[in-house]
Each structure stands twice: as C-alpha cells, then as structure tokens.
C-alpha cells in the first residue's frame, strides 16, 4: 500500500523559513516523478512544484520560483519542500504526492500558516 | 499559462441521477485533462487521467470525454458517496493548472 506522510508545517511569520517533509512508502520511490500540491482551505488546487526521479529535472509555478526549492532523497525514500521568504498568500495545506503530471497518491497534506 | 474553466460552480441532483460536470481550457489541452473527486476533510482522489482512462479502482460509472478544450466528466447514475467536489487539470505544457471545482450536492 502506498503511503505519503507530510510533516512540517507549523505556523510561522511572514518572510520566515519551513521545510516540508514527506516520508514515502508501498513503492520503488526512486522511480516516479513527485510533486508538492497546495489548497488554500476551503478552496481550490494549485500545483507548486515537480521533480523527477533522480533529482535532475524540477519545475515551479511561478510564484514559488527563487523562494521555494523541492529536493529528495532517494535513499531515506523522502521527499522535501525548502520555504523561504514566506508570504501570508502561502497559507495552504500542502501535499506531497506520487506522479509528476497527475498525481494518483496523495498524502493526507500538512497546513502552513503564514500570519503576523 | 492555460486557464481551465468548471461549470457548474454547483450541480444539485437526487442519487440515481445522471451527473455531467463540464471543464473548458483557454487553449487546447490535447487530451492531457484529468478529474479528481475531493471530499471534505479528504485529499483528492484521481479518478479519470488522458481525458477518458479510468484510474484503478474507479467505478465504471466514472467516464470522461472529450477534446481540444472541452470536456465532461460523467456520472451515469449517481451513488450517495458521489457528493463531493470534482476538479479538473490539465497536464498540457507546465504550469499544470487546476480548474475552480463543482460542488456536486445532494438535492
């Protein structure tokens, strides 16, 4: 069984910094591409960032661009989402999920807060 | 950046009923659409990847269709744990975008 667990959101300030974690499992995690998908509750989906098996190839929605960074780490089966510059238009639950283009797993999300 | 466009906001219709959700893109998406089901308190579900395949373990009242920039999302007759939100996205050239939603709801 495919399991996705996300850790790491928290409240924080405006301009702060929050590392997303997402611990895989039930699959060869080395092989999918693996995305981050935001929703700011109460409303719709916004894809933030995808990277592909072996870390060479990532792509951003623009507003993420130069703040956010997706990485892995193959070998601990872990995916992550580096935050920087935080705004309070970030505030979402954010996802990890298995698929590059569309996503059939998705994690249960973690809720970023960004207020002052 | 492709916009993708859901109508209706909301869809009330009665359990057994036949559900058609409607998704239009700004430029054409190929047949690069897929529909997710969100219900709440709940990730999304994928439900219909490339337009029509049904991903696994998807009833086979689930069907989409279409082409270019419109498609539909069908439900042949509706089951009680059908009421959810139903989102589409494209996955044509990135970013990958998702539509705004329909709420389907109970009558």
């Known amino acids: 069984e495919v399991q996705l667990v996300e850790s790491g959101g928290g409240l924080v300030q405006p301009g702060e910094s929050l590392r997303l974690s997402c611990a895989a499992s039930g699959f060869i995690f080395s092989s999918p591409w693996m995305s981050w998908v935001r929703q700011v509750p109460g409303k719709g989906l916004e894809w933030v960032a995808n990277i592909n098996g072996d870390g060479s190839y990532k792509n951003y929605v623009d507003s993420a661009k130069g703040r956010f960074s997706i990485s892995r780490d193959n070998a601990k089966n872990s995916l992550y989402l580096q935050m920087n510059s935080l705004r309070v238009e970030d505030t979402a639950v954010y996802y990890c999920?298995?698929?590059?283009?569309?996503?059939?797993?998705w994690g249960q999300g973690t809720l970023v807060t960004v207020s002052s | 950046e492709i916009v993708l466009t859901q109508s209706p906001a909301t869809l009330s219709l009665s359990p057994g009923e036949r559900a058609t959700l409607s998704c239009r893109a700004s430029?054409?998406?190929?047949?690069?659409l897929i529909w997710y089901q969100q219900k709440p308190g709940q990730s999304p579900r994928l439900l219909i990847y490339d337009t029509s395949n049904r991903a696994t373990d998807i009833p086979a009242r689930f069907s989409g269709s279409g082409s270019g920039t419109d498609f539909t999302l069908t439900i042949s007759s509706l089951e009680p744990e059908d009421f959810a939100v139903y989102y589409c996205?494209?996955?044509?050239?990135?970013?990958?975008?998702f539509g705004q939603g329909t709420k389907l709801e109970i009558k």
């Open positions: 430029q054409s998406v190929n047949n690069y």
């Open positions: 996205q494209h996955r044509s050239n990135w970013p990958y975008t």
């Open positions: 999920t298995r698929g590059g283009s569309w996503p059939s797993d």
